[in-house]
T-cell receptor
Framework: EAGVTQFPSHSVIEKGQTVTLRCDPI?????LYWYRRVMGKEIKFLLH????????ESGMPNNRFLAERTGGTYSTLKVQPAELEDSGVYFC???????????FGEGSWLTVV | AQKVTQAQTEISVVEKEDVTLDCVYE???????LFWYKQPPSGELVFLIR??????QNEISGRYSWNFQKSTSSFNFTITASQVVDSAVYFC??????????????FGQGTELSVKP
């Protein structure tokens, strides 16, 4: 069974450009999460989908970040326009249901220059 | 509000030493879950263990063991006979479910463990 997959694994963009990160959760997992770790700090929650609905988006830093999960399968996280402080690693995770283990992808490393 | 504290930012040990990584959590919820994840130099987050708040039994998996104590709100992780491959950043995390639909993880700051040969 495939794990959580993320694309791209690494991305370098200039300030002001747009980047779209994609996450494919483990098949059958209704819960999908986005997290990020910026500059060696703690990993912080961004948002949580249950199927295609946003269950909790309290961690989204500002309106430059847009997450979607059309059809309740894969998800995208768009940063537009990117700023220097957006550099970091963006993790996607998924779980089957309540109380179950949350599995992470390998992360998408974003560098904004 | 929930909070996880990993007071040790960096630990350095010599191979074969035992090492304990501390984790203290705060929550007012009676049902919650505790996790440990490992982030090796390659970057991915590797799941190690999940514990629910009603199960205080300690767990051992090979060289890894976990001590969950609700009385002190701690969920410490011990590596016995450490090896160089154990070098990584270790994260403790807390999750409180919302209506049985999963809940976000609150991470500690992470402890960077360096095991030297």
């Amino acid at each position: 069974e495939a794990g959580v997959t993320q694309f791209p694994s690494h991305s370098v963009i200039e300030k002001g450009q747009t980047v779209t990160l994609r996450c494919d959760p483990i098949s059958g997992h209704d819960n999908l999460y986005w997290y990020r770790r910026v500059m060696g700090k703690e990993i912080k929650f961004l948002l949580h989908f249950v199927k295609e609905s946003k269950q909790d988006e309290s961690g989204m830093p500002n309106n430059r970040f847009l997450a979607e999960r059309t059809g309740g399968t894969y998800s995208t996280l768009k940063v537009q326009p990117a700023e220097l402080e957006d550099s970091g690693v963006y993790f996607c995770a998924s779980s089957h249901g309540g109380g179950n283990t949350i599995y992470f992808g390998e992360g998408s490393w974003l560098t904004v220059v | 509000a929930q909070k996880v504290t990993q007071a040790q930012t960096e630990i350095s040990v010599v191979e074969k030493e035992d090492v304990t990584l501390d984790c203290v959590y705060e929550t007012r919820d009676t049902t919650y879950y505790l996790f440990w994840y490992k982030q090796p130099p390659s970057g991915e987050l590797v799941f190690l263990i999940r514990r629910n708040s009603f199960d205080e039994q300690n767990e051992i998996s090979g060289r890894y063991s976990w001590n969950f104590q609700k009385s002190t709100s701690s969920f410490n992780f011990t590596i016995t006979a450490s090896q160089v491959v154990d070098s990584a950043v270790y994260f403790c995390a807390l999750s409180v479910e919302i209506y049985n639909q999963g809940g976000k993880l609150i991470f500690g700051q992470g402890t960077e463990l360096s095991v030297k040969p």
